[in-house]
């Protein structure tokens, strides 16, 4: 049996993501060992996976909670999620490239240490910023993008972060030669230090490699771009893949009346983070005449829930979507791809990176509705929640997509692949 190392980003998104790929994984016998930042310590150890510990800087004074460092990022950026996304870009954009870049140099020598005392047989690495110690340690790795599939560049597809529609090139000129002028020098000073580690160059203005042995994408086939050159050999898409780790979840008894609807409310756990935000939404929401179940996130102590809601800081996402008829989400790509999974349209309230290419995605397909996150009126989303529940052929093209992902298992075919590279390397 081999032993697969998974190497997830330090937030819930990519980690539950690969939760999925490892319970498969560890489920045919492999052994499955999960590097994480020394705050997610006891996380994975309790889902009943071996957890690799490491810090991508410097210790804090006290202890803390997990993903806290991106918790206080976005608490302290967020006013820069009001303003249009080309000018996020030198507002919230490079600044998180630039925390990534110096997580990934502090890093360096405890990644490689774990990695020779673990001897994989392949990494996983799920990351939108690369690591030098996997292309420069000559060990198999496959690269895992849970993003919208616009990080992977095409003439035919909009730049990445912007949001923009697919029909409509107003603009794309102009975003993508102002990506380059904010990110061009940190991308330099990083290619630069890929290469002093023993790693190969950079792709241009990319801050990750592509692996030669393996690389997936998580998007559902029919909400994917066309595009002008198809992808190179050796990338795999991903329609799904949803963790079957989840604890159970069932709804309050009593919660609802006959004829009314369940929605869930899910920022994802750094959105949430915004407090004046989900304040609005309660409040928005309190006025619907169906119920609510909402992912409360890291500051649940600081806004109650309506009437007509029940929540909690943490839920078990995969078991509550099967219940809910209706998804509205930040438009992160777990979210959205999960929402795919069980068939749930989506009111998509967009922050930040590619959350604004997932909601027009979602909006120019007709899957959901895109909403200004801070500038929508309250009418204007509970409009959209009961013009979306009351779509019956949106459910029937929603049930068929279901259908088509639950039959084909997307963590099942990346176990597959995995397996594969670490067969091929041995």
């Given at each position: ?56 800087g410097p210790p804090p004074e006290k202890e803390e909670e997990p993903g806290q460092f991106w918790k206080d990022f976005i608490r302290d950026t967020a006013p820069v999620f009001r ?344």
């Open positions: 049996m081999a032993t697969v190392v998974l190497f997830p980003e330090g937030a819930f998104g990519p980690t539950n993501n690969c939760i999925g790929i490892g319970d498969v994984l560890r489920r045919r016998g492999h052994r499955v060992v999960f590097v994480v930042e020394e705050s997610f310590a006891g996380t994975l150890e309790a889902k009943g996976f071996e957890e690799a510990t490491m810090r991508l303003r249009p996304t080309i000018e996020q870009l030198e507002g919230f954009i490079q600044p998180t490239w630039q925390a990534l870049v110096d997580g990934a140099k502090y890093v360096e020598p405890r990644l490689r240490e774990i990695l020779g005392e673990l001897e994989p047989d392949v990494v996983v690495e799920d990351n939108v910023v690369g690591f030098a110690a996997l292309p420069a340690g000559g060990r198999p790795w496959v690269r895992i993008v849970s993003c919208n599939p616009a990080e992977l560049k095409d003439p035919e597809v909009p730049p990445t972060f912007s949001g923009y529609a697919a029909g409509d090139r107003d603009g794309w000129d102009e975003f993508r030669a102002e990506y380059e002028r904010v990110h061009r020098p940190l991308w330099e000073e990083f290619d630069s230090f890929m290469r002093e580690q023993g790693a190969p160059a950079l792709p241009e203005l990319e801050f990750i490699h592509e692996s030669p042995w393996a690389n997936l994408y998580l998007y559902p086939e029919e909400a994917d771009y066309p595009r002008a050159r198809p992808l190179e050999e050796g990338w795999t898409r991903l329609d799904s893949c949803v963790r079957g780790t989840d604890e159970a979840w069932d709804e309050p008894p009593g919660f609802r009346a006959d004829g009314q609807k369940l929605v869930y409310l899910s920022l994802g756990s750094l959105g949430s983070a915004d407090v004046e935000l989900m304040r609005k939404l309660v409040e928005e929401l309190a006025a619907s005449p169906h119920r609510f179940v909402v992912s409360k996130g890291p500051q649940h102590d600081l806004f109650e829930l309506a009437e007509n809601m029940t929540g909690a800081e943490f839920l078990p996402q995969a078991s509550i979507l099967p219940s809910v008829d209706l998804v509205v989400t930040h438009g992160g790509n777990n979210t959205v791809t999960e929402s795919f999974f069980f068939g749930k349209p989506m009111v998509v309230l967009p922050l930040f990176w590619d959350q604004y290419d997932n909601a027009q995605r979602v909006h120019e397909l007709r899957y959901g509705t895109r909403l200004d996150t801070y500038g929508h009126a309250p009418d204007e989303l509970l409009g959209a929640i009961d013009r979306l529940l009351a779509d019956e052929l949106l459910a029937e093209r929603l049930g068929r997509i279901s259908a088509r992902l639950h039959s084909d298992p997307g963590a099942v075919e990346a176990a597959d692949l995995v397996e594969r590279v670490a067969a091929r390397a041995t």
